[in-house]
């Protein structure tokens, strides 16, 4: 089920993981327009396209929030539009970035894609609209592997295809593979595209998550081996892989105010079913919290406890 949310919707854009915006205590917000992805990738952590519900903002709202959050953070901000989905999924990406343009705070705008609903005349929109940055998620330049890896159709030469021309337009590319251990060639040839497109790659760490889709047979590595690995590669194929928040332009800032500490027990009013099943979005002094809970009524009030509240995002348990 496809849930859209809007102005009347009263559903506030702060406190959820899996859209709005997310303020993780930098310069940089992280802005998530939706949750559906075109893709079901084997590997991916957030389960894509498996969840109960999946949720679409309405542009004008969010930006309202964007709008907000940025007053209160401050100048030389970076829009990262991303998602738990894909971005190019948004039917209104276009008109979001138009619009974070026009916010004064903001000095730069990253879109994060898989790539595939590119085309030559939206890389040209993207660029026109405001996009410095594009990262663009690839796995694989084998034709068979990465199509297994996506998960269902996928053509690995239209995405190269599509990051040469983003190179064309002048926008800057960041390469952002998933290192999954065996693949080691994978990387190596992925390593070797960045070079010879004059991009960076900044490689992940793969990392098993409780609720996502996992690899069969493959193993995390520690951070030890992946650090280790990434250092044998940068002497082998002289170029830079450890990144850090520098390379990004990314600094320290205060955060928009945590406004409940764990063990808060709240009342929260219920609004909408959850991402997940047995999860439900509450309202609670214009802050969304997911609250765990069974067969919660819609628009009853109830009473629950903060069990978690990093970066912001609040998640409760129903007592
Ligand atoms: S990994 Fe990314 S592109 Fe792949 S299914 Fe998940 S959200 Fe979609």
């Given at each position: 089920?496809?849930?859209?949310?809007?102005?009347n919707?009263?559903i506030?854009?702060?406190?959820?993981i899996?859209f709005g915006i997310?303020d993780?205590?930098?310069?940089?917000?992280?802005?998530r327009?939706?949750t559906?992805?075109?893709?079901?990738?084997?590997f991916?952590?957030?389960?894509a396209?498996?969840?109960?519900?999946d949720?679409?903002?309405?542009?004008?709202?969010?930006?309202?929030?964007?709008?907000?959050?940025?007053?209160?953070?401050?100048?030389?901000?970076?829009?990262?539009?991303e998602s738990?989905?894909?971005?190019?999924a948004y039917?209104?990406?276009?008109?979001?970035?138009?619009?974070?343009?026009?916010i004064?705070?903001?000095k730069?705008?990253?879109?994060?894609?898989?790539?595939?609903?590119?085309?030559?005349?939206?890389?040209?929109?993207?660029?026109?609209?405001?996009?410095?940055k594009?990262?663009?998620?690839i796995?694989?330049?084998?034709?068979k592997r990465?199509?297994e890896?996506?998960g269902c159709?996928?053509?690995?030469?239209h995405?190269?295809e599509m990051?040469?021309?983003?190179?064309?337009?002048?926008?800057?590319?960041?390469?952002?593979?998933?290192?999954?251990?065996?693949?080691?060639k994978?990387i190596?040839?992925l390593?070797?595209?960045?070079?010879?497109?004059?991009?960076?790659?900044?490689?992940?760490?793969?990392?098993?998550?409780r609720t996502g889709r996992?690899?069969k047979n493959?193993?995390?590595m520690?951070?030890?081996?992946?650090?280790?690995k990434?250092?044998?590669?940068e002497?082998?194929f002289?170029?830079?892989l450890?990144?850090?928040?520098?390379?990004?332009?990314?600094e320290?800032r205060?955060?928009?105010e945590?406004?409940?500490?764990?063990?808060?027990k709240?009342?929260?009013?219920?609004?909408e079913k959850?991402?997940w099943?047995g999860?439900?979005?509450?309202?609670k002094?214009?802050?969304l919290?997911?609250?765990i809970?069974?067969?919660?009524?819609?628009?009853?009030?109830?009473?629950?406890?903060?069990i978690?509240?990093?970066?912001?995002?609040?998640?409760a348990?129903?007592?």
């Open positions: 089920m496809l849930v859209k949310i809007n102005r919707s009263g506030p854009l702060i406190g959820a899996q997310i993780r205590g930098t310069n940089l917000l992280q802005i327009p939706t559906v992805c075109n893709l079901k990738c084997s991916c952590s957030t389960r396209g498996d969840h109960e519900t949720f679409e903002i309405e542009v004008d709202y969010l930006l309202d929030w964007i709008k907000e959050a940025a007053r209160i953070k401050g100048d030389n901000l970076i829009a990262f539009i738990v989905g894909e971005t190019l039917p209104k990406i276009i008109d979001l970035i138009i619009g974070i343009k026009k004064k705070e903001f730069e705008i990253i879109l994060m894609t898989n790539g595939i609903l590119l085309t030559k005349e939206k890389i040209r929109e993207l660029k026109k609209a405001g996009v410095g594009i990262n663009l998620s796995h694989s330049l084998d034709f990465s199509k890896l996506a159709e996928y053509n690995i030469l995405i190269i990051a040469e021309y983003i190179k064309e337009q002048g926008i800057e590319l960041i390469l952002t593979p998933v290192y999954i251990p065996n693949n080691e994978d190596e040839e390593i070797m595209l960045s070079k010879k497109l004059g991009c960076k790659i900044g490689i992940q760490k793969y990392e098993i998550h996992k690899l493959v193993k995390e520690t951070y030890y081996t992946f650090y280790k990434l250092k044998e590669w002497k082998k002289d170029i830079k450890l990144l850090n928040r520098r390379d990004f332009d990314i320290k205060a955060r928009i945590t406004l409940f500490q764990k063990g808060d709240i009342r929260v009013e219920v609004k959850g991402w099943k999860q439900f979005l509450g309202i002094n214009n802050r919290i997911t609250v809970g069974e067969n919660l009524g819609l628009n009853s009030l109830i009473t629950a406890k903060i978690d509240n990093k970066d912001g995002i609040y998640i348990k129903k007592l």
